[in-house]
T-cell receptor
Framework: DTAVSQTPKYLVTQMGNDKSIKCEQN?????MYWYKQDSKKFLKIMFSYNNKELIINETVPNRFSPKSPDKAHLNLHINSLELGDSAVYFC???????????FGEGSWLTVV | AQSVTQLDSQVPVFEEAPVELRCNYS??????LFWYVQYPNQGLQLLLKYLSGSTLVKGINGFEAEFNKSQTSFHLRKPSVHISDTAEYFCAVSEIGEKLTFGTGTRLTIIP
């Protein structure tokens, strides 16, 4: 069983479209995250949720909206996609903030 | 605020040679330290972590790291590398209860 699973793994879409990436963890963790990894492999946190509540919201355009229906799910919705949004998006979870983080396999987003 | 520096962006090493990947951190309080590995087109996987106790930490795939508080370092080592160790390696630090901060990564390339 995959601990942190995200879908889709690959997504190619046109500029201006709206897309969502779904994430689920079956580890019973309280905290979930979205990270963005750019073409230079820089890994940057975007959002952190603890028990469905937003804890961290880094400087991210408001076109990105996370939604946590329950503590096992954290979905990422992106409006009006831009070329610069092309990246790998990782969902992750941990028992608590600052603890070991478990990553999903990543979602490769390409905006054309 | 915490920060982490990986001085080497790329490290080429001959197969069966030893390797050390450097990581230095900055923090005014006690920290947790982590090394993650990212194989091509995959997510990040935990290699090892230091939370407390012995300063020499052993991880998966024959890697180990040593926490040096006076030098604020957490270098990763392996006595003999294999082709399969080719990957991107990320050091990460968190002040207890705070978010994880990742370094910029070191690309380890094994030369046959």
């Amino acid at each position: 069983d995959t601990a942190v699973s995200q879908t889709p793994k690959y997504l190619v879409t046109q500029m201006g479209n709206d897309k969502s990436i779904k994430c689920e963890q079956n580890l019973g963790h309280d905290t979930m995250y979205w990270y963005k990894q750019d073409s230079k492999k820089f890994l940057k946190i975007m959002f952190s949720y603890n028990n469905k509540e937003l804890i961290i919201n880094e400087t991210v355009p408001n076109r990105f909206s996370p939604k946590s229906p329950d503590k096992a799910h954290l979905n990422l919705h992106i409006n009006s996609l831009e070329l610069g949004d092309s990246a790998v998006y990782f969902c992750a979870s941990s028992p608590s903030e600052g603890n070991t983080i478990y990553f999903g396999e990543g979602s490769w987003l390409t905006v054309v | 605020a915490q920060s982490v520096t990986q001085l080497d962006s790329q490290v080429p090493v001959f197969e069966e040679a030893p390797v050390e990947l450097r990581c230095n951190y900055s923090s005014s309080v006690s920290v947790y330290l982590f090394w993650y590995v990212q194989y091509p087109n995959q997510g990040l996987q935990l290699l090892l972590k230091y939370l407390s106790g012995s300063t020499l930490v052993k991880g998966i795939n024959g890697f180990e790291a040593e926490f040096n508080k006076s030098q604020t370092s957490f270098h990763l080592r392996k006595p003999s590398v294999h082709i399969s160790d080719t990957a991107e390696y990320f050091c990460a630090v968190s002040e207890i209860g705070e978010k994880l901060t990742f370094g910029t990564g070191t690309r380890l390339t094994i030369i046959p």
